[in-house]
């Protein structure tokens, strides 16, 4: 009994708690992209947790981190399709934000871009956000994302470069030029 997971050097609790320091935030911030809402994001990241507790980690281990995204992904479109409807980002959770050290006016410029880009985001087909968020917001390589998504690794290069040619079409100049606000 206790001989089987020596052998494996890890056990299953550890294995588990090792991928909750590695990939819960990450995790949180993916599901967010998804659902807009935080507490929503934690009940689908404890869910692809509990759901990660269930396996069999021999099956799991090697792909992990694609498994995980799949899993959460999965979770929160299930969640969208409960209760159909998409909810936006919120004043209140975007001023929750950390701000550092900027007046409420370069807080207000960077809340403006953050929507601008947003909006961008929003104008893009499904595959092609959901390519881009996952590649420069969660850092996947492309055959995790091929992984999370099903797409080929071809079509995954292929909508991030289409994506990026048209979003930076949706976006102002000045935004392209520096996304961050000068602060004196």
Known sequence: ???????????????????????????????????????????????????????????????LKAWLFTVCRNRSLDVIRKEKRMVGLEEEQASRLPSGKRTPSERADLLERVEQ?????????????????????????????SEVTGLSSGNVGFLLHTGLKRLRTFLPEDLLLDLTPQTA
């Open 117 to 145: 880009v947003h909006a961008a985001l929003n104008r893009l087909s499904e595959n092609q956000r959901e390519v881009i968020l996952l590649k420069f917001e969660q850092g996947l390589s492309y055959d995790e994302i």
């Open 1 to 63: 009994m206790a001989a089987g997971n020596e052998d494996r050097g890890v056990s299953h609790e550890e294995f588990v708690r090792q991928a909750l320091r590695d990939y819960e935030s990450p995790l949180l911030g993916y599901a967010t992209t998804f659902l807009h809402d935080i507490e929503r994001a934690r009940d689908v990241v404890q869910d692809t947790f509990i759901r990660l507790y269930q396996q069999d980690i021999e099956k799991v281990k090697d792909g």
